[in-house]
């Protein structure tokens, strides 16, 4: 065996035996993948496998990546070859019922003319004044179409959800069927005060944009078969069987989005302005959200000095700090829901809060929460609230974190297990339900998120917050199949190199201190050379002494001595670089095809061993 492994023929039946291995490997195993990074950013999820096998109809993608204008961007490169192979891992997935096409739009081509007409952005590059593509088109049977217009980079934890959301569309063509039923006008109604008519909201308009809505009654005894997602705006008048029957819809597999408030400001009803109470202006789900596990106080309102709002009180007056009405950022967001992921700021007024029972079977998952710089205040404070800093008289936070939205999924029981009066409950209980809860409403009012201008007689939203984003991602993310509501938001692809930054930070350290020494001893040359001066004739100023000389050419040695201090710091911290690079290199070019050629002579050798004991 010896003699084997150290004669030429050995290696070469080594070399061959490696090659050999990757052939057969190719070859038998071809959707074999083998995925090391830490957040597993090649490895599709088990949603989207499901996405892609249940495809019936083919769906045609087309990925437009400009290569010559994106050469010097290395970030974009990166970006890019990661979106062509996840889209290459679907079309490989899909088995056929997928097809990709790769295309590079070159400038006055007729590629560049296709991804124009699909509706793609081009980004004008400053340094060559050319324009660069990224986006992805898709179509369908009925040549319906998808885009995502340009990939951008802040967004890439959401690439997986983009492309299922993209794929699933194509394969869904109808509008998703929302089901509204609200207490507040969303779509417009009379103003009591002024007896004018009011617009419809924005939110209310972007939905209309987005999905078929449909409004119900407030007193349904049954949800249409044919309603994807429910959604409930302030439902403080719901009748018995209205709750029965969301109930009913959600243990059957109905997606919900709930609105509820303990003070819906924007509740300009008859019955809330002759209560005169902050009650008179809440909503609840009480018997809902105790079969779902959750506790709601409706007489209780967040306050959060971190999170408080500058508002105005006039003209000549000082905007005052509201910590009833908050901007919840982004770090208080979830980044790991695809509902929440991309947004940037939310501004919520009087919300409530959602706490998770401890005896509950579903599991709750935290959208929107509040910092530890907050606390729980009486609704009635609301009442006529004038000045909104004497919200601020006698706070004290309780330095518990309050979520005011929430995701409830996992299974669930009926909350009328005995059913109504003649009425039997079809289902008691679920496997999993799919609901989102959401403890405030005037979030959705235009007057908290976006301004509307007029613009010969069109009106022009100009969103300063991301509420009406929130609402569409929810909605959009329930009226999918379970298997995309299961894709979450992944990690990003481009990772720092900590080693290397740690061993930057060491040598800038080391710098610095080199050249503050220098710095030193410079202060302190220059002073030696004042106190001497100090002495000396002032008729001979311009001549200098033997020992000035001596001074001036010592400090001139040091000074050349730190300068070589400061290179070789620099030295060692590109070598300490390089050497780690070397390193990667033997580990990648040297260490993993030696492992491999290891395994195959184990497996050789124990083969003879078995032929042997034969």
């Given at each position: 065996?010896?003699?084997?492994?150290?004669?030429?023929?050995?290696?070469?039946?080594?070399?061959?035996?490696?090659?050999?291995?990757?052939?057969?490997?190719?070859?038998?195993?071809?959707?074999?993948?083998?995925?090391?990074?830490?957040?597993?950013?090649?490895?599709?999820?088990?949603?989207?496998?499901?996405?892609?096998?249940?495809?019936?109809?083919?769906?045609?993608?087309?990925?437009?990546?400009?290569?010559?204008?994106?050469?010097?961007?290395?970030?974009?490169?990166?970006?890019?070859?990661?979106?062509?192979?996840?889209?290459?891992?679907?079309?490989?997935?899909?088995?056929?019922?997928?097809?990709?096409?790769?295309?590079?739009?070159?400038?006055?081509?007729?590629?560049?003319?296709?991804?124009?007409?699909?509706?793609?952005?081009?980004?004008?590059?400053?340094?060559?004044?050319?324009?660069?593509?990224?986006?992805?088109?898709?179509?369908?049977?009925?040549?319906?179409?998808?885009?995502?217009?340009?990939?951008?980079?802040?967004?890439?934890?959401?690439?997986?959800?983009?492309?299922?959301?993209?794929?699933?569309?194509?394969?869904?063509?109808?509008?998703?069927?929302?089901?509204?039923?609200?207490?507040?006008?969303?779509?417009?109604?009379?103003?009591?005060?002024?007896?004018?008519?009011?617009?419809?909201?924005?939110?209310?308009?972007?939905?209309?944009?987005?999905?078929?809505?449909?409004?119900?009654?407030?007193?349904?005894?049954?949800?249409?078969?044919?309603?994807?997602?429910?959604?409930?705006?302030?439902?403080?008048?719901?009748?018995?069987?209205?709750?029965?029957?969301i109930d009913q819809f959600v243990l059957r597999g109905g997606k919900l989005m709930a609105f509820i408030d303990p003070v819906a400001e924007s509740d300009q009803s008859m019955e809330a302005m002759m209560d005169g109470m902050a009650d008179g202006r809440a909503s609840d789900l009480a018997p809902l959200l105790a079969a779902w596990g959750v506790s709601y106080d409706p007489e209780r309102v967040v306050l959060d000095s971190r999170l408080g709002m500058s508002v105005g009180r006039g003209q000549g007056q000082l905007p005052a700090r509201h910590i009833g009405w908050l901007e919840v950022e982004k770090q208080f967001m979830s980044q790991d829901d695809t509902v929440t992921a991309p947004l940037q700021l939310l501004t919520l007024a009087s919300a409530g809060s959602l706490v998770p029972m401890e005896e509950a079977s579903t599991r709750f998952e935290p959208l929107l929460s509040s910092s530890r710089h907050s606390a729980l205040t009486p609704s009635s404070r609301f009442t006529r609230l004038e000045d909104p800093e004497t919200l601020l008289q006698g706070f004290r936070a309780d330095e518990q974190i309050h979520h005011f939205a929430a995701r409830l999924q996992g299974p669930a029981s009926t909350a009328f297990p005995e059913g109504l009066e003649g009425r039997e409950p079809e289902l008691t209980e679920a496997a999993n339900i799919n609901v989102v809860l959401v403890a405030d409403t005037d979030l959705l009012t235009d007057r908290m998120w976006v301004q509307v201008q007029d613009f010969f007689g069109q009106r022009i939203p100009q969103p300063w917050a991301d509420n009406g984003g929130f609402l569409i991602n929810a909605l959009d993310n329930l009226s999918g199949s379970e298997a995309l509501i299961s894709v979450r938001s992944r990690g990003n692809f481009s990772r720092p190199f900590t080693v290397v930054e740690d061993l930057q930070r060491q040598a800038e350290s080391r710098f610095r201190e080199s050249e503050m020494r220098l710095q030193q001893q410079l202060e302190q040359t220059e002073q030696r050379l004042i106190e001497l001066q100090q002495n000396q004739d002032p008729t001979q100023l311009i001549e200098l002494s033997a020992e000035q000389e001596q001074e001036i050419q010592r400090f001139l040695d040091q000074k050349l001595e730190i300068r070589k201090q400061l290179r070789d710091v620099r030295y060692q911290l590109n070598a300490d670089i390089e050497r780690l690079g070397t390193w990667l290199k033997v580990i990648n070019i040297a260490l993993v095809p030696a492992l491999l050629t290891l395994a195959v002579l184990l497996w050789w050798l124990l083969g003879r061993m078995r032929r042997r004991t034969v």
């Open positions: 065996m010896k003699r084997l492994m150290y004669s030429g023929t050995g290696l070469l039946l080594l070399l061959l035996a490696f090659i050999a291995f990757n052939i057969t490997s190719n070859t038998l195993l071809p959707g074999a993948r083998l995925d090391l990074t830490e957040q597993k950013l090649y490895t599709i999820s088990d949603g989207t496998r499901k996405i892609l096998r249940d495809l019936e109809e083919p769906v045609t993608l087309y990925f437009f990546f400009s290569e010559r204008a994106s050469k010097d961007l290395v970030m974009v490169r990166n970006y890019a070859r990661r979106v062509e192979e996840m889209l290459k891992e679907y079309e490989r997935v899909a088995d056929g019922k997928l097809r990709l096409h790769i295309i590079d739009p070159q400038p006055f081509s007729e590629a560049e003319d296709r991804a124009a007409e699909f509706g793609l952005q081009a980004v004008p590059l400053t340094q060559t004044g050319e324009q660069l593509y990224f986006g992805l088109a898709g179509t369908n049977e009925l040549a319906q179409r998808e885009i995502i217009p340009f990939f951008a980079l802040d967004q890439e934890g959401l690439l997986e959800y983009e492309l299922s959301r993209l794929v699933n569309s194509l394969a869904r063509p109808e509008k998703p069927r929302i089901g509204l039923i609200s207490a507040l006008p969303l779509g417009g109604g009379m103003n009591p005060f002024s007896g004018q008519a009011t617009a419809p909201w924005v939110a209310y308009e972007q939905l209309q944009q987005v999905f078929g809505v449909e409004e119900l009654e407030a007193d349904i005894d049954a949800v249409p078969e044919d309603i994807d997602v429910l959604l409930l705006v302030h439902p403080k008048t719901l009748s018995e069987a209205a709750l029965f029957a």
